[in-house]
């Protein structure tokens, strides 16, 4: 019973590894996918910014769009940390709810091996006082 609940619980342990390796690589996923996207809307920007720059020609013009370009950078850093943190929330909810589901799952199964025997040792039980009897 020993080495089956080991097995048990090797076999838990394996798939609680394999399930943070699925959502580690899902939340890292994402977070490139997000991280993608907010590079090309900075690259999209600041090319932008460039031919605006480039076609005035007055230096008040030219400083006022530099301001708006590390506003928006300022803008993009602050919705990437606020993604990084959600992201970050999410897994930890996640690896949260797979820990306590892991756990009532082990103590169901601990307890259907502690039923078990505690049934088998009364079934022994019986049996010696049966063989005593018949002795």
């Known amino acids: 019973h020993e080495r089956e609940h080991d097995r048990e619980i090797c076999e838990l342990a394996a798939k609680h590894s394999e399930e943070m390796e699925k959502l ?5 996923e ?5 991280l993608d996207e907010l590079r090309q809307q900075m690259e999209a920007t600041h090319r ?4 605006q720059a480039q076609l005035q020609s007055q230096t008040l013009h030219s400083l006022e769009l530099e301001a708006l370009r590390l506003t928006l950078n300022n803008m993009h850093t602050s919705q990437l940390e606020l993604t990084q943190s959600n992201l ?5 909810t ?9 756990n009532d799952k ?3 199964e601990v307890a259907i091996l502690q039923s078990r025997h505690q049934l088998e040792w009364e079934k022994i039980k ?3 006082l049966k063989e ?4």
């Open 24 to 28: 580690r690589a899902e939340l890292e």
């Open 126 to 128: 019986e049996q010696c």
């Open 94 to 102: 996640a690896l949260m709810e797979l820990r306590e589901m892991l």
């Open 106 to 108: 082990r103590a169901q």
């Open 30 to 34: 994402e977070q490139r996918l997000r």
């Open 132 to 135: 005593k009897e018949d002795l």
């Open 48 to 51: 932008a910014e460039r031919e």
């Open 88 to 92: 970050r929330k999410e897994k930890e």
